[in-house]
């Protein structure tokens, strides 16, 4: 009897898991950039041209995936240059600052978190801000996404659950499951309370790493 399908968590930081289904689409999202060279051969990728053999003119304007503009960007040779997306840019990070609540994070992007950590990898000025906003935005959010997964069933939550990027819907379930799992084993409908597949899994990998 085949194993049913075991969801693979994102990965962490800068890297990618390229099991993990998340990060995959992840890696799909575009980035505002420039062909700082000419680009042959990939017009078609890009979405600017009808043969396979068209060229990018150098000065072009791209959006360019994710997985793809880590593969061109080389800080020896200048092939692309990449822009902030909008949300990343300074004017949206004195928003986060003032109230991270107030913004709805799957709207101006669903991989906030995984997405911000990857424009790490390219070497922009303001990447120390933008690593802090990530970081503060995610400490301001948290705990009214878990207070909120543990009254779900007093209040109506779809609207918060509307407005969280990809990271908070898992949290947010993890806390539900949590709930409901502590409930079942008060009224006796359980045998054992067990970790949470999130925390096992963060262990298994610090096994690995620390094994490695």
């Not at 289904?21 to 979405?47: C, F, H, N, T, Y």
């Not at 918060?160 to 079942?184: M, S, Y």
């Amino acid at each position: 009897m085949a194993e049913a399908y075991f969801p693979v968590g994102p990965g962490l930081g800068m890297e990618e898991n390229f099991l993990s289904l998340d990060d995959i689409l992840m890696s799909q999202e575009k980035l505002p950039g420039r062909a700082e060279s000419a680009l042959p051969r990939l017009a078609v990728l890009m979405g600017q041209g009808a043969g396979s053999a068209e060229s990018i003119p150098e000065g072009s304007k791209l959006e360019i995936p994710l997985w793809l503009a880590k593969g061109l960007h080389d800080s020896k040779r200048r092939i692309i240059s990449v822009d902030l997306p909008k949300i990343y840019k300074e004017a949206w990070r004195t928003v986060f600052s003032a109230d991270a609540n107030v913004v709805d994070l799957h709207k101006m992007g669903p991989y906030y978190y995984g997405f911000g950590s990857q424009l790490l990898n390219f070497e922009n000025p303001e990447n120390p801000e933008i690593a802090q906003t990530i970081l503060q935005t995610f400490i301001a959010r948290f705990r009214r996404i878990m207070d909120s997964s543990q009254n779900a069933y007093n209040e109506d939550t779809s609207a918060l659950v509307a407005r969280l990027d990809e990271l908070e819907r898992a949290l947010f379930q993890v806390g539900q499951k949590g709930l409901n799992d502590f409930q079942c084993w008060e009224k006796g409908q359980a045998s054992q309370i067990t970790a949470s597949s999130l925390v096992q899994n963060y262990g298994k990998r610090k096994l690995t790493e620390v094994d490695g």
